[in-house]
């Protein structure tokens, strides 16, 4: 499995953010520096994350961004389902079903069954986990042990 560079600098954008304090912000130049980002994508990743709500934007001279909620509010999967979207949802086999309408596998799918599986050890992993986690270098080792332990169910 692969996070994506949408997910891995856009948590580390909100992280910038969130380590200034609450009601604090940041500009898009102070981000790009901070991380070693353009501004152009910055400002995209910062776009996608005020669109869904995680910040919000103030103009002016004093202006930029600040959290929308307190890190300890921000739950790292919904971050990362904003950010890229979840490994498996609903409507996966349908839009997976090659030249059909639907799948082939429809009524028999162990894939899908594996995806369900793997996407559930996911949601367990982060599920607790915020961005004030985070911050504060908290250790997620319990939870990526039960992880794999998820995984080691579907063989």
Request: proline residues 3%; positive net charge.
């Amino acid at each position: 499995m692969k996070f994506s560079a949408q997910e891995e600098y856009g948590l580390r954008c909100l992280l910038q953010i969130a380590r200034r304090g609450p009601g604090a912000s940041m500009t898009i130049p102070e981000i790009s520096r901070e991380e070693g980002l353009s501004a152009t994508h910055v400002a995209k990743l910062l776009t996608i994350l005020r669109k869904s709500g995680l910040i919000r934007s103030t103009r002016g001279q004093s202006g930029g961004y600040t959290l929308s909620r307190a890190a300890e509010a921000l739950p790292l999967g919904e971050v990362l389902a904003i950010l890229g979207g979840r490994l498996y949802d609903g409507d996966f086999c349908s839009r997976h079903a090659g030249q059909f309408s639907v799948c082939t596998h429809d009524v028999d799918c162990s894939v899908r069954s594996l995806w369900n599986t793997i996407q559930s050890a996911v949601d367990g992993a982060l599920a607790g986990m915020t961005l004030a986690d985070l911050l504060s270098g908290a250790s997620f080792d319990r939870p990526a042990r039960a992880f794999v332990a998820d995984l080691r169910t579907v063989n």
